[in-house]
C-alpha cells in the first residue's frame, strides 16, 4: 500500500511562518516529480509549487519569494517552507507526487489526504 501523508499544518499568525511535510509510504524508494496544491471550500484546487525530478521548480504568482518546496529522497520526503504567511493562504494543503517503486518504476500520481493551515490577521 502506497500513500502520501501531509503534516505541519496549524494555526498561525499573519506574518509567521509554517513547515509542510509530505512523508511516502510503502515499497518506495524516493520521490519523482511532485507539487503541493490547496484548496478552500468553494474553490478550484491551485498549485502552489511545483518540482521536477530534475530540481526545477515552479511557483504561483501569489508565493513566489515567501514559500519554497524541496524534498529529501533519503527520507522519501516533500517539503513546503511557507514564510511571511497571509490570510489569503488560508487553505488545505495537499502533496501529490509520482514515486519511484523499490523495484525502480515509476507509479502514482498519488495525492495525499491534506493538511489544514490557518492564517489570522
Known amino acids: 500500500q502506497v500513500q502520501l501523508v501531509e503534516s505541519g499544518g496549524g494555526l498561525v499568525q499573519a506574518g509567521g511562518s509554517l513547515r509542510l511535510s509530505c512523508q511516502a509510504s510503502g515499497r518506495v524508494l524516493r520521490i519523482n516529480v511532485m507539487g503541493w496544491y490547496r484548496q478552500v471550500v468553494g474553490k478550484q484546487r491551485e498549485l502552489v509549487a511545483a518540482m521536477t525530478s530534475g530540481g526545477d521548480t515552479n511557483y504561483a504568482d501569489s508565493v513566489k519569494g515567501r514559500f519554497t518546496i524541496s524534498r529529501d529522497n533519503r527520507e522519501r520526503a516533500v517539503y513546503l517552507q511557507m514564510n511571511k504567511l497571509e490570510p489569503e493562504d488560508t487553505a488545505v494543503y495537499y502533496c501529490?507526487?509520482?514515486?519511484?517503486?523499490?523495484?525502480?518504476?515509476?507509479?502514482?500520481?498519488?495525492w495525499g489526504p491534506g493538511t489544514q493551515v490557518t492564517v489570522s490577521s
Open positions: 501529490n507526487a509520482d514515486l519511484i517503486s523499490r523495484d525502480v518504476r515509476v507509479i502514482g500520481p498519488y
